[in-house]
T-cell receptor, first 116, second 116 residues
Framework: AQSVTQLDSHVSVSEGTPVLLRCNYS??????LFWYVQHPNKGLQLLLK??????LVKGINGFEAEFKKSETSFHLTKPSAHMSDAAEYFC??????????????FGKGTKLSVKP | ETGVTQTPRHLVMGMTNKKSLKCEQH?????MYWYKQSAKKPLELMFV???????ENNSVPSRFSPECPNSSHLFLHLHTLQPEDSALYLC???????????????FGSGTRLTVV
């Protein structure tokens, strides 16, 4: 069965410093992996996705993530944090039943705080 | 706006009330979803509809009753709710089948429900 673990519930960085949000997954099949961001009182917005093409995936707002099969990881990074990046971030794996659609499995989320 | 519109944005209801949440998308998607987001808990999938047919009910209590009259609209009818049902209810849509794997889901901004 597929699952996803976000290793940190809360990450705090200073503006202009790098961001690293960690995610590990388990999957019986080739997974599709996503990162979503949720700003306060808003819905979830897709940041980026991995669907078995390039292992380094670039998303919106300068974020990127690298799929590492050997480590079963899909960490989210950004070289320089901006105040507007403060939000909650969700790592998501698609529960893919060997070709059928399945459903999305969400991690518990990582709240990112950015200090001036 | 993401293309998925949820109304109302906020709802306060008593335990004996009956109310409905509405979700609308004009993205051409044929799969629609209801998720529940409670404080300090992962997103919980409630219902899945594909081409207007319910394909998943994730053991949701019968006081929540979904309706999907067409591929563009999804409702969640609420009656005799409990205070623990207070949460953010998120609607999402996607392409059906493999399309969800390739493109992920598009979420609405949610309805913040408070049961008093």
């Amino acid at each position: 069965a597929q699952s996803v673990t976000q290793l940190d519930s809360h990450v705090s960085v200073s503006e202009g410093t790098p961001v690293l949000l960690r995610c590990n997954y388990s999957s019986s099949y080739s997974p599709s992996l996503f990162w979503y961001v949720q700003h306060p009182n808003k819905g979830l917005q897709l940041l980026l996705k991995y669907t078995s093409a390039a292992t380094l995936v670039k998303g919106i707002n300068g974020f990127e993530a690298e799929f590492k099969k050997s480590e079963t990881s899909f960490h989210l990074t950004k070289p320089s944090a901006h105040m507007s990046d403060a939000a909650e971030y969700f790592c998501v794996v698609n529960q893919n039943y060997g070709g059928s659609q399945g459903n999305l499995i969400f991690g518990k989320g990582t709240k990112l705080s950015v200090k001036p | 706006e993401t293309g998925v519109t949820q109304t109302p944005r906020h709802l306060v209801m008593g335990m004996t009330n009956k109310k409905s949440l509405k979700c609308e998308q004009h993205l051409g998607h044929n799969a629609m979803y209801w998720y529940k987001q409670s404080a300090k808990k992962p997103l919980e999938l409630m219902f899945v509809y594909n081409f207007k047919e319910q394909t998943e009910n994730n053991s949701v209590p019968s006081r929540f009753s979904p309706e999907c009259p067409n591929s563009s609209h999804l409702f969640l009818h609420l009656h005799t709710l409990q205070p623990e049902d207070s949460a953010l209810y998120l609607c999402a849509s996607s392409q059906p089948g493999q399309g969800a794997l390739r493109y992920g889901y598009t979420f609405g901004s949610g309805t913040r429900l408070t049961v008093v």
